[in-house]
């Protein structure tokens, strides 16, 4: 089986070469990158990495070469690298609102950057490689999927590790083997809620709300709060906080700005030992207030992608939370939109499984989010900057529509891709 990494230069590629080391079937890795220096230190690493075990690996900078006779597409790019997540986020703080990359002002100047280049990604696919499956990690990663949805249907499907993540550590916390757990989780990418945990047919989540020693051991207790999550009768995805705590995460530092300058130095020596070394402090310090020690190992998105493709590839059947297009799986949301839930998994891709309606609360912010990823992929398809300003305009966590006007231009004139918004 042939699999294609497209951004395969990128700092987070070697996790999912580790995980190919222990299985996957996967007989050739080819990567694909636009930086023929980051495609040679990637590829040394995974040397290192493999000593002579796992599939052959190939790098490429020309995309029809990377998608010849290919399985499986593993798209994982980054529009303007860590510089333009640096300059998404300085803007936003420069107007005293979110700069994050997936969420608010910084989202969705990344999805304008990206959103493009996915586009042009997904018809090239489907010309080239049209039997094979997409397995979208770029970020914003539901706004991304749909807008590849567009030309590969059903064949693209995105991955997040963060529902998953906080499923193990709700099922931890509850003293529970997370493998006999039937989890409720609902939204979209980055923005839903686990609301129940089904264990023999009885929901432990209440249990679990109702112990305030429990209830703040893990991550998302400590972060919100116990008489949040009471109130709410549910656990947010981490990245609610942004929402829920906006004041006190809009001055939050930028995470762009540390990464550039901690992969510089990787990059420029590579090796093993020091993409290990950066790896572990890169993810020590994320949300480093809350974060536990055991979510530090890796066991995240990469494990998820080669999950989703051994049931794809041969009918390991399985259930995923991944980001597909909801037909009536999910209540009160667009049928053609991406969101993100639990999927039943086989050879014939990823189907939705069916949700109870999300609370009002929960309804009436994926559908104010959801009009946003729309505004934005309109934006960038048609080079709209009536679309562009809306997108901004309407987001929750931007205030005034002075303000979005001042984001639209500050983007516009930063970044090359968005010179036609000007």
Known sequence: MRLAILGGGGFRVPLVHGALLD?????????????????????RVLAEQAAGAGPRVRTTTDLATALSDVDFVFSAIRVGGLRGRRLDEQIAHAEGVLGQETVGAGGIAYGLRTVPVAVRL??????????????NFTNPAGMVTEAMAAHLGGRVIGICDSPAGLCRRV???????????????AGLNHLGWLRAVEVGGTDVL????ADPVACGSFEEGALFGV?????????PNEYLHYYYFAREAAGSASRGAFLLEQQRGFYAEPS????????????????????????LEGGGYEKIALALMRAIAYGERTTLILNVRNGSALPGLPPDAIVELPCAVDTNGAHPI????????????????????RATIEAATTESRAA?????????????VSVARRLLDAYAAAHPELAYLA
């Open 23 to 43: 299985g996957g079937g996967v007989t050739e890795l080819v990567l694909h990158d636009v930086d023929a220096g980051r495609l040679a230190a990637i590829e």
């Open 354 to 373: 069916a949700r109870a309606p999300l609370p009002d609360h929960a309804l009436g912010l994926s559908t104010a989010v959801k009009a946003v990823e």
């Open 227 to 235: 008489d949040w999550l009471r109130a709410l009768g549910a656990v």
């Open 122 to 135: 997904a018809r090239t696919i489907g010309e080239l490689a049209p039997r094979a499956w997409v397995i």
């Open 388 to 400: 562009a300003l809306r997108a901004f305009a309407l987001h929750p966590l931007v205030d005034s």
């Open 171 to 185: 099922a931890r916390a509850l003293g529970i083997d997370p493998a006999t757990a039937r989890f409720d989780y």
């Open 206 to 209: 209440p249990r679990l709300l």
């Open 272 to 295: 093993l030992e020091s993409w290990e070394r950066t790896r572990l402090e890169r993810e020590a310090t994320y949300m480093a207030e809350t974060r536990e020690r055991d979510d």
